[in-house]
């Protein structure tokens, strides 16, 4: 896949999301040397954010586990 057809993609993604009424910040907390990434998703709307973070969890297990990683996943209960 190209960088051009990656970008388009990207951004036909976000159009998708902006017509949905989704947006929102995210900030990615990195430490290569421990291999340790957390990440913290504030949404808009803020009722999507479950639904939201339950799916991403999902891409990034694929993601590990097509490059031989194994995931264990622990979901937090209702607080």
């Known amino acids: 896949m190209t960088n051009?057809?990656?970008?388009?993609?990207?951004?036909?993604?976000?159009q998708q999301a902006a017509q949905?009424?989704?947006?929102g910040t995210a900030i990615l907390d990195i430490h290569p040397a421990t291999g340790i990434m957390r990440l913290k998703i504030n949404l808009i709307p803020p009722e999507k954010i479950g639904e939201f973070v339950t799916n991403y969890a999902k891409v990034i297990t694929m993601s590990l586990n097509s490059v031989n990683i194994s995931v264990k996943t622990h979901v937090a209960e209702e607080e």
């Open 20 to 23: 949905g009424g989704l947006s």
């Open 4 to 14: 051009t057809n990656m970008e388009q993609q990207v951004a036909q993604s976000k």
